[in-house]
């Protein structure tokens, strides 16, 4: 009861002494109950409180560090200032962990993995590695600034789609979606890329490409999501967005790269020349009597010289003529990406379906030990689409007047033509969403320059190469990769 007249008291003298009320705010802030610390300040106006408490010890704002006394005490000193102080607000500051190659696996993995949330290979929050990555991060505050609510899009998934070509592509596949974020595209909107009319200056895009291609080859389809930013390029600031869900269907399985039809069942007939998309491409070995040039002689031959493993996929149809005709596929978003360190090779020696594909690393089955063949450099290079005339002013779906541009929420089917009659996101509905996105043919290459091979510039490493135990580049003397990355990629 003392204390509380003894407060009151002082709060009259400063009211004298200043000529106006104190601002108790400074109190809170200045009064911590901290039974065996002094803690003192200077001001033009001091108070001196004794108290007894059994409070428990609070956390102590930052930039106000209280400072031990030799004899510990229970006395507790009060500064009242004149100067307005903020009462302190409760942040978190999180701390950054660097990856170290001794670092544990995520505890949600495996069976605890949610299958529908972004994770790239490393988690510096608890300093802990996954066995697969996704790519680039797309929800960030860069992309919503160009493509705004893309998770509201996907119904909130992060991984996967809103319409998967099967149950198995975010199962036991999960690890294949990838995300590829580019904003901007490194250069100039010229317009004119394989006859496009439009060009675009950012894409963000997930795409499917599980690393066992024993399994991923079985189907010719697989998912896709794409967000692009589109414009002029007679007014390149001109520009109008793209949303869309779709499936590709990327034709023919070659090996290696323009070589041989691969012969699986489910083969779209009648064959046409392998050297046209749309493909699928992969690299081979033959290693019993080698006579296929194409082809390298042995795994060790690839591993110990550190080369490439490469492979194709485009869902643009090319030379596409009446004799011989494509398999459909989307017609208002298609693309072409590039891998270079894939898991395995098309063993030549096996032309009976279901074929062989050896691992670089452990060839029957994988072994991730200083492996760096392990799917970790996928990247689309080319987007290409077009956007029908007949959607321009079209009733109950477009609400933009202006003639060549649309503004429309609904939906395709999974190869881009429009259905009126969808209500909601369904097996036969995709959603699709444009806003002041022009009508015709829109196309372009996300690489500074076009390019028609891999390099760590045009298809950069994911996986974590280390250095005497110190994160480099994958390209620096003696750098060993992680190891972290499973079968799963």
């Known amino acids: 009861m003392k204390n509380k007249w003894l407060i009151v008291f002082l709060l009259a003298v400063m009211f004298i002494v200043l000529g106006k009320a104190p601002d108790t705010s400074a109190i809170i802030l200045k009064v911590t109950y901290t039974p065996t610390l002094t803690r003192t300040s200077t001001s033009s106006s001091t108070a001196s409180i004794t108290s007894t408490s059994t409070n428990t010890p609070t956390e102590t704002p930052t930039g106000d560090t ?18 307005p102080i903020e009462t302190p607000t409760s942040t978190s500051t999180p701390v950054y962990i660097a990856p170290y190659l001794s670092a544990p696996l995520c505890l949600d993995t495996g069976m605890n993995h949610d299958n529908n949330l972004f994770h790239t290979l490393w988690d510096s929050v608890r300093g802990c590695h996954y066995d697969h990555e996704h790519g680039t991060n797309p929800f960030t505050t860069q992309v919503d600034a160009v493509f705004p609510d893309i998770q509201g899009f996907l119904g909130g998934i992060q991984v996967g789609t ?5 149950s198995m592509e975010n199962t036991m596949k999960h690890g294949g979606f990838k995300w590829d974020v580019v904003i901007p595209v490194p250069h100039a909107c010229v317009g004119g890329f394989e006859g496009a009319t439009y060009c675009v200056q950012s894409a963000v895009i997930e795409y499917h490409n599980f690393g066992d291609y024993s399994m991923e080859f079985e189907t010719r389809n697989h998912s896709t999501v794409a967000f692009l930013k589109v414009c002029d390029p ?27 039809v691969i012969p ?10 392998s050297s046209f998309g749309q493909y699928f491409s992969v690299d081979c070995i033959d290693d019993v009597l080698p006579t296929v040039p194409q082809c390298r002689p042995s795994i060790s031959f690839i591993v110990s010289g550190k080369f490439t493993v490469n492979s194709i996929w485009t869902s643009k149809p ?8 494509r398999p459909p596929g989307s017609t208002i978003f298609k693309l072409l990406f590039r891998i270079r360190d894939l898991y395995q090779v098309f063993d030549w020696n096996d032309f009976t379906y279901p074929f062989t594909f050896r691992f670089l690393c452990g060839d029957a089955t994988y072994n991730p030990v200083d492996c760096s063949y392990n799917n970790s ?34 939906f395709t089917d999974r190869f881009g033509t429009l259905d009126l009659s969808c209500m909601q996101i369904s ?4 959603p699709i969403k444009l806003v002041n996105m022009f009508v015709g043919n829109y196309g372009d290459y996300l690489t500074a320059t076009k390019v028609s091979s891999t390099s760590p510039t045009t298809n950069p490493e994911r ?21 972290w990355i499973g079968s799963e990629n």
């Not at 809103?162 to 099967?166: A, E, F, H, L, V």
């Not at 090319?318 to 005709?325: D, G, H, I, R, V």
């Not at 996986?463 to 190891?483: H, Q």
Request: a negative charge.
């Open 162 to 166: 809103t319409n998967p070509t099967s």
């Open 318 to 325: 090319t030379m596409s003529q009446p004799n011989q005709p």
């Open 66 to 83: 209280p400072t031990p006394t030799d004899t510990a005490t229970e006395t507790l000193t009060a500064t009242i200032t004149d100067t």
């Open 463 to 483: 996986d974590i190469y280390f250095c005497n135990e110190i994160v480099c580049s994958e390209t620096s003397l003696n750098a060993v990769p992680s190891g």
């Open 427 to 430: 097996d036969t509905c995709f």
């Open 234 to 260: 007679s007014s390149p600031s001109d520009c109008g967005l793209l949303y869309t869900v779709q499936h590709q269907e990327y034709g023919q399985r070659i090996v290696p790269y323009q070589g041989t």
């Open 264 to 273: 699986y069942p489910n083969n779209f007939v009648p064959e046409y020349g």
């Open 377 to 410: 450099t996928t990247k689309v290079h080319e987007v290409a689409g077009t956007i029908p005339s007949g959607w321009d002013n079209l009733e109950g779906f477009d609400v933009n007047s202006t003639v060549g541009r649309i503004t429309a929420n609904g």
